[in-house]
T-cell receptor, first 109, second 114 residues
Framework: AQRVTQPEKLLSVFKGAPVELKCNYS??????LFWYVQYSRQRLQLLLR??SRESIKGFTADLNKGETSFHLKKPFAQEEDSAMYYC???????????FGTGTLLAVQP | EPEVTQTPSHQVTQMGQEVILRCVPI?????FYWYRQILGQKVEFLVS????????KSEIFDDQFSVERPDGSNFTLKIRSTKLEDSAMYFC????????????FGQGTRLTVV
């Protein structure tokens, strides 16, 4: 079964602290993994994808096929990082997205 | 920057009525999607649309739902005989191609069935 699991509903950290948002997936094949972010009152937007192996706004995510994980990390959180973060996988003929339940990141001053 | 546009932003309808949610995808995109998010739950895939036909649909997308691209720009989701449990945020998305290309989302339409 295709599934994305984000175990934390809420992650609260202080500004400057490291952040790790967990994501595990289940997929029989080679999925594409993504992190989408939704800032307050804004639309869902792509943060990063595993295939591009890039760092966006200081965030990185490494695909670990052995652990079927795609955790999102940032060494020093900023207040503007506060948002809802969704891990998603894409697969199949139409590349629909399968989302996790999301983690609300709250960065305290 | 081009973006996906959805109208209306909020729709209130009585149970049993039909609603049409509208979306204008980004103009050069070829793949179109509808997702929904019931309050407090995950974003769920409903349907994908390519080359003027449904390419994939989820179990949620039963005979109550239909999609259409009536002209070159609009992409609509029709929900017939709405039920209370249809209350959700409905997101439209489009992508240039399939594969790992980015899906661009609209702001969503909040549907409230009373």
């Amino acid at each position: 079964a295709q599934r994305v699991t984000q175990p934390e509903k809420l992650l609260s950290v202080f500004k400057g602290a490291p952040v790790e948002l967990k994501c595990n997936y289940s997929y029989s094949g080679s999925p594409e993994l993504f992190w989408y972010v939704q800032y307050s009152r804004q639309r869902l937007q792509l943060l990063l994808r595993h295939i591009s192996r890039e760092s966006i706004k200081g965030f990185t995510a490494d695909l670990n096929k052995g652990e079927t994980s795609f955790h999102l990390k940032k060494p020093f959180a900023q207040e503007e990082d506060s948002a809802m973060y969704y891990c998603a996988l894409s697969g199949g003929a139409t590349n629909k997205l399968i989302f996790g339940t999301g983690t609300l990141l709250a960065v305290q001053p | 920057e081009p973006e996906v546009t959805q109208t209306p932003s909020h729709q209130v309808t009585q149970m049993g009525q039909e609603v049409i949610l509208r979306c204008v995808p980004i103009s050069n995109h070829l793949y179109f999607y509808w997702y929904r998010q019931i309050l407090g739950q995950k974003v769920e895939f409903l349907v994908s649309f390519y080359n003027n036909e449904i390419s994939e649909k989820s179990e949620i997308f039963d005979d109550q739902f239909s999609v259409e691209r009536p002209d070159g720009s609009n992409f609509t989701l029709k929900i017939r005989s709405t039920k209370l449990e249809d209350s959700a945020m409905y997101f439209c998305a489009s992508s240039e191609t399939g594969g790992d290309t980015e899906a661009f989302f609209g702001q969503g339409t909040r549907l409230t069935v009373v």
